[in-house]
């Protein structure tokens, strides 16, 4: 089985807690978005999007979070002997974090030189693969035409808006959830709060600790305590809690500043 994701994406954050929690062996593929790799001709034929995470298992291939994680829960059956599924509840409550998209959210809280910076770059990446694969060209035409697009987006300010009162009401129901149980569906950890916790990891990371996270007294009690878990530790603290979250964004800056000085699209 392999999964090709990485530690900054979102999504690939939950399936890889997903895999830790219910301790299924699978090999790791890190693809940088921030360095345009997920546009690489090799991923891009297995996966148009280029979003990520991707995991494969044969050829079997899921691009769908929720129905991946839910797919390791069978896959745990039989590798580990773990037969507890997601019961209804857990779902629901997975679907509904999921609905969430963090991506203008996340983009809003980048400083613009930075996000600009960025958005050029993986354009200029963009146009050389199509070069390189013109059996592509259309697929990655549409790719360059959404960069362009979520630029124009960002200006929507109803968007934005939109994207900040759905986070905002997502945590005040989490909130009120938590009034009664240790995690999100009762006293166990769930594949609910595998999801949910990269949500307050993402927070975290943009600096908006105080303003999403402290203020909800349950969540900070909830978030302190699932940092203690060691599928958290491996798969977001070992990447983003303290120092090692500037030494994360700083080799992908410095690698992403060499490759547009020489020109390595």
């Avoid at 990371?205 to 940092?227: H, M």
């Avoid at 070992?238 to 410095?254: A, C, E, P, V």
Wanted: with cysteine.
């Amino acid at each position: 089985m392999q999964l090709y994701h990485h530690p900054c994406s979102l999504n690939s954050q939950k399936v890889r807690l997903a895999l830790e929690e219910k301790g299924v062996d699978y090999t790791s593929f890190h693809v940088n978005p921030i360095l345009g790799k997920n546009m690489g001709s090799s991923f891009f034929r297995m996966n148009t999007s280029a979003k990520l995470p991707v995991f494969k298992n044969g050829s079997h291939i899921i691009f769908d979070t929720i129905e991946t994680i839910l797919y390791i829960e069978k896959i745990a059956v039989v590798s580990v002997g773990n037969d507890s599924f997601s019961n209804q509840e857990v779902i629901e409550w997975m679907q509904k974090i999921q609905q969430w998209n963090p991506k203008y959210f996340t983009l809003l809280h980048i400083p613009d030189k930075h996000r600009l910076y960025v958005s050029k770059f993986i354009r200029k990446v963009v146009i050389a693969r199509m070069a390189e694969s013109p059996d592509l060209a259309s697929a990655y035409h549409s790719k360059l035409r959404e960069a362009y697009e979520t630029e124009e987006k960002l200006k929507n300010a109803d968007l934005v808006k939109r994207s900040t009162e759905s986070l905002v009401q997502l945590l005040d129901e989490v909130e009120r959830k938590l009034n009664d149980t240790t995690y999100i569906v009762g006293d166990e950890f769930t594949m609910a709060d595998a999801t949910f916790v990269p949500v307050l990891a993402r927070l975290v990371l943009l600096g908006l600790e105080d303003e999403y996270i402290s203020c909800r007294p349950n969540i900070a009690d909830y978030w302190g305590l699932v940092q203690q878990r060691p599928t958290y530790k491996k798969v977001i603290g070992k990447y983003f809690n303290g120092w090692r979250k500037k030494k994360t964004l700083i080799k992908t800056w410095g690698s992403l500043h060499i490759r547009n000085l020489l020109k390595r699209y």
